[in-house]
């Protein structure tokens, strides 16, 4: 049965169709996998996604936004865990969707952080990872949205610290880190952070 249709295709494809076939095969395939990435991007990319499917982003990191600025404030404009961790478009996107594959594999293989306990035990090597890409990606998704030449409000300090950051050429997460989550113990901030 089997031989019977692959003979059957062999003839098909090496017939005078065949590379028409053979273009039509490969639009419809090239389609289905453009759809079905568009599928995947669309459901990980929500805050409902992140922050619920799994209890250890729902019993650590999501309490700990819940009510902070970027969950609720004056203006009703938010920032969910994607707007923070996810560049919004292009191959950064694809980069770090593959990365995090890592994540399922220490949910579903390794349960490396499925207790509190143990996620306390790793959340500073996870923050320094945030924080290495925050600052290899000079803080592009914080700046999406903010813009610290704009802050009609800022305080002297404020402003003094922006003109440093500015002179010094650093990142925003150099200085607002722990704005969403509890602070990380057990080393450096990102500041001291020396990147390689
Ligand atoms: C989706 C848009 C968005 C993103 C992304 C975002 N923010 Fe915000 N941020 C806001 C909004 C809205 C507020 C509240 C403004 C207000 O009500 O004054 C805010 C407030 C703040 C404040 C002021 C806190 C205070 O107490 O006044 C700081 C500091 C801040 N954000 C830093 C950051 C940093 C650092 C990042 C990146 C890690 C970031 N934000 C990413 C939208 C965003
Ligand atoms: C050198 C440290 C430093 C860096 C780097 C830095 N900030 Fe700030 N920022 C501060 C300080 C200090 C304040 C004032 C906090 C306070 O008054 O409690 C502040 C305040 C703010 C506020 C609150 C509103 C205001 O202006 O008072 C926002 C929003 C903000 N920063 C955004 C950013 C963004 C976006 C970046 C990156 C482009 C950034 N900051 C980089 C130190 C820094
Ligand atoms: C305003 C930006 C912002 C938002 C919104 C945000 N995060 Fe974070 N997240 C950070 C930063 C910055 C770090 C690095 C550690 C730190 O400074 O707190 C971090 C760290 C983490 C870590 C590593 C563990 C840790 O505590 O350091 C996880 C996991 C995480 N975030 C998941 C989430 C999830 C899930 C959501 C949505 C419920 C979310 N984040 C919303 C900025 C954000």
Redesign the pocket.
Known sequence: MLSKITEKLRVWFSGPRGPLLLLVFGVVLGLAIVASTSAVLLVTGTEQFCATSCHEMEDNVYAEYKGT??DV???G????CV??HVPSTGIPLYFRKINAVRDLWGHFVTGSINTPEKFEAKRYEMAVRVWTY?KKSD?R??????NMDKAE?SSEKAQVRHARAKAENMA??DC??A??HNEPEGGPGPQELVIK
């Open positions: 600025i970027h404030n004056p203006s404009v938010r920032a969910t707007d923070c925050m803080s998704e914080c700046k999406a949205c903010h409000t925003c997460i607002h880190y704005i969403a």
